[in-house]
Protein backbone atom coordinates (compact mmCIF):
# COMPACT_ATOMS: atom_id res chain seq x y z
CA UNK A 1 0.00 0.00 0.00
CA UNK A 2 0.85 3.61 -0.07
CA UNK A 3 3.67 4.84 2.35
CA UNK A 4 1.25 8.46 2.38
CA UNK A 5 -2.09 8.57 3.78
CA UNK A 6 -4.41 10.99 5.13
CA UNK A 7 -6.43 10.85 8.83
CA UNK A 8 -9.87 12.16 7.54
CA UNK A 9 -11.27 11.69 3.73
CA UNK A 10 -13.75 14.67 4.38
CA UNK A 11 -13.97 17.98 6.45
CA UNK A 12 -16.45 20.55 6.81
CA UNK A 13 -15.81 23.88 8.41
CA UNK A 14 -17.35 27.27 8.28
CA UNK A 15 -16.32 30.23 6.39
CA UNK A 16 -13.84 31.82 8.56
CA UNK A 17 -12.34 29.02 10.79
CA UNK A 18 -9.35 27.72 10.64
CA UNK A 19 -8.84 24.42 8.65
CA UNK A 20 -6.46 21.88 9.59
CA UNK A 21 -5.96 18.40 7.40
CA UNK A 22 -3.46 15.76 8.67
CA UNK A 23 -1.29 13.15 6.84
CA UNK A 24 0.52 10.23 7.98
CA UNK A 25 3.99 9.26 6.18
CA UNK A 26 5.46 5.73 7.07
CA UNK A 27 9.08 6.37 5.15
CA UNK A 28 11.16 7.85 7.44
CA UNK A 29 13.35 8.34 4.07
CA UNK A 30 11.29 10.82 2.57
CA UNK A 31 12.51 14.24 2.80
CA UNK A 32 10.53 16.16 0.70
CA UNK A 33 6.81 16.52 1.39
CA UNK A 34 4.18 19.05 -0.82
CA UNK A 35 0.50 19.81 -0.33
CA UNK A 36 -1.40 19.85 -3.40
CA UNK A 37 -5.08 22.00 -3.85
CA UNK A 38 -7.29 20.30 -6.73
CA UNK A 39 -10.34 22.19 -7.57
CA UNK A 40 -13.18 20.27 -9.06
CA UNK A 41 -12.29 20.03 -13.26
CA UNK A 42 -8.50 21.15 -12.28
CA UNK A 43 -5.25 19.50 -12.27
CA UNK A 44 -3.64 19.96 -8.74
CA UNK A 45 -1.81 22.97 -7.83
CA UNK A 46 1.26 23.45 -5.78
CA UNK A 47 0.28 25.02 -2.08
CA UNK A 48 3.34 24.75 -0.06
CA UNK A 49 6.35 22.51 0.72
CA UNK A 50 8.67 21.29 3.38
CA UNK A 51 11.89 20.24 3.77
CA UNK A 52 12.51 17.42 6.77
CA UNK A 53 15.23 20.11 8.30
CA UNK A 54 12.28 22.26 9.24
CA UNK A 55 9.20 21.64 11.32
CA UNK A 56 7.07 24.68 10.18
CA UNK A 57 6.67 26.62 7.21
CA UNK A 58 4.36 29.47 6.37
CA UNK A 59 3.06 30.84 3.25
CA UNK A 60 0.29 33.18 2.56
CA UNK A 61 -2.98 31.96 5.06
CA UNK A 62 -1.36 28.28 4.80
CA UNK A 63 1.28 26.73 7.23
CA UNK A 64 2.66 23.59 7.10
CA UNK A 65 3.80 21.75 9.88
CA UNK A 66 5.63 18.60 9.82
CA UNK A 67 6.39 15.44 12.73
CA UNK A 68 9.17 13.56 12.23
CA UNK A 69 8.99 11.92 15.08
CA UNK A 70 5.33 10.74 14.54
CA UNK A 71 5.73 10.98 10.56
CA UNK A 72 2.73 13.11 10.34
CA UNK A 73 2.66 16.40 8.24
CA UNK A 74 -0.68 18.86 8.78
CA UNK A 75 -1.83 21.60 6.36
CA UNK A 76 -3.50 24.70 8.26
CA UNK A 77 -5.76 27.16 6.60
CA UNK A 78 -6.39 30.41 8.12
CA UNK A 79 -9.72 32.07 7.53
CA UNK A 80 -11.33 29.50 5.34
CA UNK A 81 -13.10 30.61 2.76
CA UNK A 82 -15.37 29.41 0.02
CA UNK A 83 -12.51 29.56 -2.54
CA UNK A 84 -10.68 26.87 -0.45
CA UNK A 85 -13.08 23.85 -1.04
CA UNK A 86 -11.17 21.68 -3.10
CA UNK A 87 -9.51 18.21 -2.45
CA UNK A 88 -6.30 18.76 -1.08
CA UNK A 89 -3.54 16.03 -1.75
CA UNK A 90 -0.20 15.67 0.37
CA UNK A 91 2.85 13.92 -1.63
CA UNK A 92 6.12 13.12 -0.61
CA UNK A 93 9.81 12.08 -1.64
CA UNK A 94 12.32 10.57 -0.78
CA UNK A 95 16.51 11.70 -2.19
CA UNK A 96 18.42 9.24 -3.50
CA UNK A 97 21.17 11.75 -4.71
CA UNK A 98 19.56 14.76 -6.10
CA UNK A 99 18.41 12.43 -9.32
CA UNK A 100 14.64 10.74 -7.70
CA UNK A 101 12.02 11.74 -9.51
CA UNK A 102 9.12 10.12 -7.79
CA UNK A 103 6.58 11.95 -5.56
CA UNK A 104 3.74 9.24 -3.72
CA UNK A 105 0.62 11.08 -3.07
CA UNK A 106 -1.93 10.31 -0.80
CA UNK A 107 -5.16 9.67 -1.44
CA UNK A 108 -7.12 13.26 -0.63
CA UNK A 109 -8.87 14.84 1.81
CA UNK A 110 -12.44 16.66 0.52
CA UNK A 111 -12.33 20.17 2.12
CA UNK A 112 -15.67 21.86 2.10
CA UNK A 113 -16.28 25.21 3.52
CA UNK A 114 -20.01 26.32 4.57
CA UNK A 115 -20.78 29.76 4.26
CA UNK B 1 -1.48 26.07 -14.75
CA UNK B 2 -1.87 27.73 -18.38
CA UNK B 3 2.57 26.98 -19.06
CA UNK B 4 1.72 22.70 -18.94
CA UNK B 5 -1.16 22.26 -21.56
CA UNK B 6 -3.16 18.77 -22.12
CA UNK B 7 -5.39 18.39 -25.66
CA UNK B 8 -8.00 17.00 -25.65
CA UNK B 9 -9.75 17.70 -22.54
CA UNK B 10 -12.31 15.04 -23.12
CA UNK B 11 -12.49 12.08 -25.07
CA UNK B 12 -14.78 9.57 -25.28
CA UNK B 13 -13.42 5.92 -27.87
CA UNK B 14 -14.48 2.88 -27.90
CA UNK B 15 -13.00 -0.58 -26.83
CA UNK B 16 -9.73 -1.36 -28.96
CA UNK B 17 -9.22 2.49 -30.28
CA UNK B 18 -5.75 3.22 -30.28
CA UNK B 19 -5.83 6.69 -28.20
CA UNK B 20 -2.89 9.87 -27.88
CA UNK B 21 -3.10 12.29 -25.22
CA UNK B 22 -0.79 15.16 -25.65
CA UNK B 23 0.86 17.77 -23.25
CA UNK B 24 2.54 20.96 -23.85
CA UNK B 25 4.55 23.06 -21.55
CA UNK B 26 6.42 26.32 -21.86
CA UNK B 27 7.98 26.01 -18.26
CA UNK B 28 11.50 25.13 -19.79
CA UNK B 29 11.54 22.02 -17.71
CA UNK B 30 13.85 18.76 -18.58
CA UNK B 31 11.37 16.62 -16.45
CA UNK B 32 7.98 15.64 -17.80
CA UNK B 33 5.51 12.95 -16.03
CA UNK B 34 2.09 11.15 -16.99
CA UNK B 35 0.28 10.36 -14.20
CA UNK B 36 -3.81 9.07 -14.17
CA UNK B 37 -6.24 9.45 -11.39
CA UNK B 38 -8.98 7.22 -10.35
CA UNK B 39 -11.41 7.99 -7.44
CA UNK B 40 -10.25 6.59 -4.05
CA UNK B 41 -6.46 5.81 -5.76
CA UNK B 42 -4.99 8.93 -5.83
CA UNK B 43 -2.47 9.88 -8.40
CA UNK B 44 -0.52 6.76 -9.86
CA UNK B 45 2.05 7.71 -12.17
CA UNK B 46 2.42 5.78 -15.79
CA UNK B 47 5.57 7.10 -17.24
CA UNK B 48 7.80 9.69 -16.78
CA UNK B 49 11.18 11.25 -18.69
CA UNK B 50 14.05 13.35 -17.32
CA UNK B 51 14.81 14.62 -20.82
CA UNK B 52 14.05 13.91 -24.76
CA UNK B 53 16.45 10.68 -24.72
CA UNK B 54 15.14 9.42 -21.37
CA UNK B 55 12.28 7.23 -20.87
CA UNK B 56 11.19 5.41 -17.79
CA UNK B 57 8.05 3.01 -16.55
CA UNK B 58 5.98 4.44 -13.68
CA UNK B 59 4.06 1.42 -11.25
CA UNK B 60 1.49 1.42 -13.84
CA UNK B 61 3.00 1.22 -17.20
CA UNK B 62 1.47 -1.58 -18.72
CA UNK B 63 -1.08 -1.02 -21.46
CA UNK B 64 0.63 3.15 -21.96
CA UNK B 65 3.45 3.83 -24.27
CA UNK B 66 4.75 7.58 -24.26
CA UNK B 67 6.90 9.94 -26.78
CA UNK B 68 9.08 13.04 -25.72
CA UNK B 69 9.01 14.35 -29.11
CA UNK B 70 10.79 17.53 -27.66
CA UNK B 71 12.04 18.59 -24.34
CA UNK B 72 8.06 20.28 -24.34
CA UNK B 73 6.06 17.78 -25.31
CA UNK B 74 5.05 14.06 -23.91
CA UNK B 75 2.62 12.61 -25.45
CA UNK B 76 0.73 9.64 -23.76
CA UNK B 77 -0.60 6.69 -26.51
CA UNK B 78 -3.09 4.10 -25.34
CA UNK B 79 -2.44 1.52 -27.98
CA UNK B 80 -5.76 -0.87 -27.79
CA UNK B 81 -7.58 1.19 -24.96
CA UNK B 82 -9.83 -0.83 -22.68
CA UNK B 83 -12.45 -0.06 -20.17
CA UNK B 84 -10.84 -0.12 -17.05
CA UNK B 85 -8.59 2.64 -18.37
CA UNK B 86 -11.13 5.58 -17.66
CA UNK B 87 -9.72 7.83 -15.36
CA UNK B 88 -8.49 11.66 -15.51
CA UNK B 89 -5.22 11.69 -16.87
CA UNK B 90 -2.66 14.51 -15.63
CA UNK B 91 0.53 15.74 -17.59
CA UNK B 92 3.20 16.92 -15.00
CA UNK B 93 6.87 18.55 -15.28
CA UNK B 94 9.76 19.71 -12.73
CA UNK B 95 13.18 21.58 -13.24
CA UNK B 96 15.91 19.21 -13.39
CA UNK B 97 17.15 18.51 -9.85
CA UNK B 98 13.93 19.92 -7.86
CA UNK B 99 11.40 18.28 -6.58
CA UNK B 100 7.81 20.04 -7.00
CA UNK B 101 5.96 18.93 -10.15
CA UNK B 102 3.27 21.44 -11.84
CA UNK B 103 0.49 19.70 -13.10
CA UNK B 104 -1.64 20.52 -16.51
CA UNK B 105 -5.83 21.04 -16.43
CA UNK B 106 -6.20 16.89 -17.12
CA UNK B 107 -8.02 14.88 -19.89
CA UNK B 108 -10.60 12.81 -19.29
CA UNK B 109 -11.07 9.71 -21.09
CA UNK B 110 -13.71 7.34 -21.06
CA UNK B 111 -13.27 3.91 -22.75
CA UNK B 112 -16.60 2.65 -23.77
Known amino acids: GESVGLHLPTLSVQEGDNSIINCAYS??????FIWYKQESGKGPQFIIDIRSNMDKRQGQRVTVLLNKTVKHLSLQIAATQPGDSAVYFCAENIDSGGSNYKLTFGKGTLLTVNP | DADVTQTPRNRITKTGKRIMLECSQT?????MYWYRQDPGLGLRLIYY???????NKGEISDGYSVSRQAQAKFSLSLESAIPNQTALYFC???????????FGPGTRLTVL
Open chain 2, 49 to 55: SFDVKDI
Open chain 2, 92 to 102: ATSAQKTDTQY
Open chain 1, 27 to 32: NSASDY
Open chain 2, 27 to 31: KGHDR
